[in-house]
């Protein structure tokens, strides 16, 4: 599992990532998640974790850009419903996730017909008697 990079917000809410020993805006920090990292903001005076605020703010701010990617019900959601939506919410979206791999495996390799299945069948048979003729010759040489 890999290590979750910490990064520390001063008083003067500059933050720091201790993983790369320099200074990070939100926007780095956002594309660090989109990269696949794992991160945990924490105030430098009091440890206090504010990951989940900082997080928040990099949604707003990528809202204020256009680049909206939560729908408005999902946010009233968030807000009448607090965490757990967001837990029942992933696992909706995980499920619905399978099921469209599922759909588009299934229609790349479409089943195959009765004729395609005998036509295996006749071949599968071919094989095997090749295979059983050629035991037999080995077993007799």
Same mark, same amino acid.
């Given at each position: 599992m890999k290590k979750q990079r910490i990064i520390t917000r001063y008083e003067n809410r500059k933050l720091y990532d201790t993983a790369e020993s320099r200074f990070i805006t939100l926007k780095r920090i956002g594309d660090l998640i989109r990269q696949g990292e794992t991160v945990k903001i924490v105030e430098k005076s009091s440890g206090t974790d504010i990951t989940s605020n900082t997080l928040t703010q990099i949604i707003l701010e990528?809202? $204020?850009?256009?680049?909206?990617? #939560?729908?408005?019900? #999902? @946010?009233?959601?968030?807000? $009448?419903?607090?965490? %757990?939506? @967001?837990?029942?919410?992933?696992?909706?979206? *995980?499920?619905?996730? %399978?099921?469209?791999?599922?759909?588009?495996? $299934? $229609?790349? *390799?479409?089943?195959?017909?009765?004729?395609? @299945?005998?036509? *295996?069948?006749?071949?599968?048979? @071919?094989?095997?008697?090749? #295979?059983? %003729? *050629?035991?037999?010759?080995?077993?007799?040489?």
């Amino acid at each position: 599992m890999k290590k979750q990079r910490i990064i520390t917000r001063y008083e003067n809410r500059k933050l720091y990532d201790t993983a790369e020993s320099r200074f990070i805006t939100l926007k780095r920090i956002g594309d660090l998640i989109r990269q696949g990292e794992t991160v945990k903001i924490v105030e430098k005076s009091s440890g206090t974790d504010i990951t989940s605020n900082t997080l928040t703010q990099i949604i707003l701010e990528e809202d $204020r850009k256009g680049k909206a990617f #939560i729908p408005v019900k #999902i @946010l009233h959601d968030v807000i $009448r419903w607090g965490n %757990d939506v @967001l837990d029942t919410g992933v696992d909706q979206v *995980l499920h619905s996730f %399978d099921d469209v791999v599922e759909n588009s495996i $299934r $229609r790349l *390799l479409p089943v195959p017909g009765a004729k395609e @299945l005998e036509k *295996l069948r006749s071949q599968i048979e @071919l094989l095997e008697k090749k #295979i059983e %003729d *050629l035991v037999i010759k080995q077993n007799t040489d």
